[in-house]
């Protein structure tokens, strides 16, 4: 087995992997199965202030966007923080986290955008033992209508300034969890990181809604004939994190701050993406609400058989390792060429990659060949967008192939050169820089 | 105006009875391997469940959903360590495991949509895709104890008796009367279902943990040699299965033509070249298990004109599964049933060849199986008797290893009445006769060992 403990933020984990704040992390009974079936950590819902809990709707809280075989594709929720009593939260934290002494245990905390409140309750969490704390900026329904959670998380002067008050209040390492509900998410990771943050956690919920019942005509999910937009999660998010984290490891005012990445991770291959793009490590949630707590051990080994077979033996050797690979667009090579090639062998002769590309893309695939039925790519119009790829329903039977330095592209005629060029620099770009010669 | 046709010389057991390249295709892989593509989108058919209802009912409780999942996960050696891990023979048991009454029988899919997921074949792409990578080799042996097991029998039972103790760093000394390790597997599974060698390949696989030392052509033929190895090893497992056949006793069992079906599989698992191999143009199975299905179908596969297998009472009663039932059919076995042997007809020509088995019909009259007084006469050039194995070995009763039901009797980690000797397979008491019930007995076996001798 390949060695997966981290130590993210100053927080030391025997794996990667740790559960998002949500149901799933609500109460001691959940949190021990947890720990009992593997995670590395968890990081407890989400604490409000002492006094009268927050109550949600009893149903529905979810809804979810299934195949026609119901797998679950994404997933979207309206759970609010925890609707338990703080002290019996706090206690129960104590508790476990005693019981559990070389897992991260790291408490979710939403409280007023007020000095005092966060003043308040920073050393009682401190007193359970409890490894760090995790800012809650992101939650876009429910407490965001109250000045909280994606109230917050949209401000970036408001996250700096709480941010610097769990700093001054408490010792505990502070982890700021962002919102995807914004327009650069580089912004409230600059401010996390200006006032003071050990990490920052993304991504927090997509506001959402799933669909529309046809008979009744009401949204869905629904309570009691309405409902209100929710936190979209799952699979289906998870491109939207990858580029999120990768935007804030790559950018110079953040690089270097540790990332937990969240976000549709329901494999070890997910884990990888999210890692190898910046990440210390990931947290889990719908994957775990779909499966159950045992998921883990999938996890934890897929992720060690890859380790060893790649060589790798820690995880600071994948850390990031993407990273050097991720551009903005002005950037590419403008001079690569790829045509799709199809393997006539393995091709079912559904044509998917003709009308695909027939009637959306350029024409570049043919439908017949001697009257027969026949799908093979003309060169002389392909541009190598990748569409008939993914669309094949064979794996491997269409791929792109890259034209050597010295081959001709029949599209345009011309060689392909071995030099790079891209936007800044094209005849074409008004804005172009001058190359030096 | 033609002459008519002389009927072929009879009684007529030849070999060579198909075009030379008609063998390689008849005894081709039964089940064909699963693509990496089909793999996956068979994987993802399974639900994960909780306390899944397939670990459940599989002897050695693989965790089935773990290594479905791996699969999907693109993590094959993972797959096939949580296979292995519960069931060191998960290669062998993929192939002829009768899924279709076990694992796949509760499958909630099963329940769901009428097809379960194909966990055998499944299970099968994992340990292949294992055996055929750069590190096939899962796990590593524990400190040395210097504790020593003697295994009897290199079957199921054994190898994976010896397998255990092995990992857990014991020696053992695996005896087996074969020329070959591999009991069954090597000598009585269906040939198109353990194509390429595969029992071989396992076995190798299987010692590859070290510490294991196999010695060939020793058979238990003495009290003072079972005393002996008592004295020698400390600790022994039984694993030796069933060395003699129920025989027919009707007249004529011994005429030339007949023979055991165990026999019949031993000899055709051993040909190299199957042109060579003489099958009856007309052949009678009797019986109703999995041997006689497999000794009939692998009997057509050779070229036999007609090949009838016949059982004394009805379809249910058969211990053949119905999907095995139907593999007979469709491969042109006809089968037969409420016909019980009465005797075995010589050749008019050759007296001492058989020629027909005479067979009397029989029904259910107050639950007891009774002749209705019809008669039916099949003519036959071979004889297959599978009408069940028995232990064979007076040896063991002699050493004073106590009987239940004719095999040994033992407690539920296999102990047997004598200190220090534990049984385990077929020779065992109250088993279902599988391979993977084999192998979770040597398991639990080697198990109780290991505590005993390290006083845990």
């Known amino acids: 087995m390949a060695n997966l403990h981290t130590n993210f933020a100053g927080i030391p984990s025997p794996n990667p992997f740790w559960l998002a704040s949500a149901p799933p992390t609500d109460k001691a009974y959940n949190v021990n199965r947890a720990f009992e079936a593997g995670w ?43 609707d338990r009593d703080l002290e019996l939260n706090l206690r129960e934290i104590t508790e476990v986290k005693r019981n559990w002494p070389d897992r991260a245990m790291v408490v979710s905390l939403m409280v007023p ?25 992101g939650c876009p329904h429910g407490m965001s209508e109250r000045g909280m959670g994606a109230a917050v998380g949209q401000v970036p002067e ?3 300034m709480v941010t610097a008050w769990c700093k001054q209040y408490s010792k505990l390492p502070v982890i700021v969890k962002l919102t995807p509900n914004i327009t650069d998410v580089r912004l409230p990771a600059r401010a996390a990181k200006k006032g003071g943050a050990d990490a920052v956690s993304l991504i927090n919920t997509l506001n959402s809604i799933m669909g529309v019942d046809p008979y009744t005509l009401t949204m869905s999910p629904a309570t009691a004939g309405r409902g209100s937009h929710g936190g979209y999660c799952g699979p289906a998010v998870k491109p939207i994190a990858l580029n999120m984290v990768a935007e804030i490891a790559r950018d110079p005012l953040t690089a270097g701050l540790p990332i937990s990445g969240i976000g549709g991770v329901g494999n070890w291959r997910d884990a990888l993406d999210f890692i190898a793009l910046g990440a210390g490590n990931v947290q889990v949630c719908t994957a775990a609400m779909v499966y159950g707590f045992k998921i883990v051990q999938e996890m934890s080994d897929g992720l060690s058989n890859y380790m060893d077979e790649m060589g790798f033996r820690s995880l600071d050797a994948i850390r ?10 002005r950037y590419l090579n403008l001079n690569h060429v790829s045509k799709a090639v199809i393997d006539q062998d393995s091709c079912i002769q559904c044509g998917r990659c003709h009308i695909a590309c027939e009637d959306t893309s350029h024409q570049a695939i043919t439908a017949s060949k001697d009257g027969k039925r026949h799908f093979e790519v003309k060169e002389d119009e392909c541009v190598g967008c990748n569409l008939c790829v993914l669309v094949c329903p064979v794996p491997e039977c269409i791929s792109l192939r890259d034209l050597k330095p010295g081959e001709k592209d029949l599209r345009t005629n011309r060689v392909v050169s071995d030099q790079q060029v891209d936007w800044t620099t094209h005849p074409n770009n008004p804005l172009r820089i001058a190359q030096t010669l | 105006m033609s002459s008519p046709v002389s009927p072929p010389p009879s009684p007529d ?28 989108l068979e994987a993802e058919r399974c639900l994960y469940c909780f306390d899944a209802p397939c670990a459940t009912a599989c002897p050695t409780h693989i965790e089935v959903p773990s290594f479905i999942k791996r699969i999907a996960d693109g993590n094959l050696r993972g797959a096939a360590r949580a296979i292995l891990e519960a069931n060191p023979l998960g290669g062998m048991c993929a192939r002829v495991c009768p899924t279709e009454n076990l694992c796949e029988a509760v499958c909630v899919r099963h329940t769901q949509e009428g097809t379960p997921v194909a966990i055998g074949r499944l299970q099968r792409h994992a340990v292949d895709a294992l055996l055929e990578s750069a590190r096939p080799q899962l796990f590593t042996r524990a400190t040395t104890t210097g504790k020593k097991v003697a295994v009897l029998g290199a079957g199921p039972a054994g190898l994976a008796c010896a397998h255990t103790l092995a ?24 040939s198109y279902k353990t194509p390429d060698n595969f029992a071989q390949r396992e076995v190798l696989w299987l010692l590859d943990i070290g510490g294991i030392e196999i010695r060939t052509g020793w058979t238990l033929e003495s009290v003072a040699q079972l005393d002996a190895l008592r004295q020698g090893y400390d600790a022994l497992f039984l694993g030796m299965g069933l060395r003699s056949t129920h025989q027919l006793g009707v007249p004529g069992e011994q005429l030339d033509g007949v023979m055991d079906a165990i026999a019949f599989i ?10 060579t191999l003489p099958v009856g143009r007309r052949v009678v199975v009797i019986g109703g298990g999995m041997t006689a299905v497999d000794a009939a179908v692998q009997a057509k596969l050779l070229g036999a004109e007609s090949v009838q297998l016949v059982y004394r009472r009805g379809p249910a009663a058969m211990s053949a599964s119905v999907a095995e039932q139907e593999w007979a059919q469709t491969h042109g076995v006809t089968i037969h049933h409420w016909l019980a042997p009465v005797d075995i007809l010589a050749h008019q020509d050759r007296s001492g060849h058989a020629s027909a088995v005479r067979f009397a019909r029989q029904s259910l009259v107050a639950g007891k199986l009774t002749a209705t007084g019809e008669i039916e006469v099949m003519p036959a050039d071979m004889v297959l008797k599978a009408i069940g194995q028995q232990l064979g070995n007076p040896v063991l009763v002699q050493a004073g290893l106590a009987l239940d039901g004719g095999r040994l009797a033992t407690d539920a980690a296999g102990a047997t009445n004598l200190s220090g000797v534990w049984a385990g397979g077929d020779c065992r008491a109250g088993g279902l006769d599988l391979t993977v019930e084999a192998v979770e007995h040597g398991k639990q076996s080697a198990l109780a060992i290991h505590a005993q001798l390290t006083g845990a």
């Open chain 1, 320 to 329: 990031g390792q993407a990273l050097p690979s991720v551009t903005d667009w």
């Open chain 2, 266 to 275: 031993a000899t055709l698992r051993q040909t190299k070249d199957l042109a």
């Open chain 1, 113 to 137: 955008c007020e000095e005092a409140s966060w003043k308040a309750i920073l050393p009682r969490v401190a007193d359970t033992g409890a490894d760090g704390i995790e800012l809650n900026f």
């Open chain 2, 167 to 190: 990992r857990l760093g014991h020696d053992v000394v695996l005896f087996d009367a074969h020329a070959k390790a591999g009991g069954l597997n090597e000598y009585g599974l269906a």
């Open chain 1, 40 to 82: 590395g950590g968890v990081v407890w819902k989400t604490l409000g202030e002492a006094g009268p809990p927050v109550v949600n709707v009893n149903g529905p809280r979810y809804g979810a966007l299934l195949t026609p075989d119901r797998r679950l594709l994404g997933f979207n929720n309206i759970e609010l923080i925890t």
């Open chain 1, 158 to 160: 408001y996250i700096e």
């Open chain 2, 13 to 40: 057991v030849r070999p060579g009875r198909l075009p030379a390249l008609a063998y390689a295709q008849h005894f081709a892989d039964a089940s064909p391997r699963l693509t990496p593509a089909q793999a996956v």
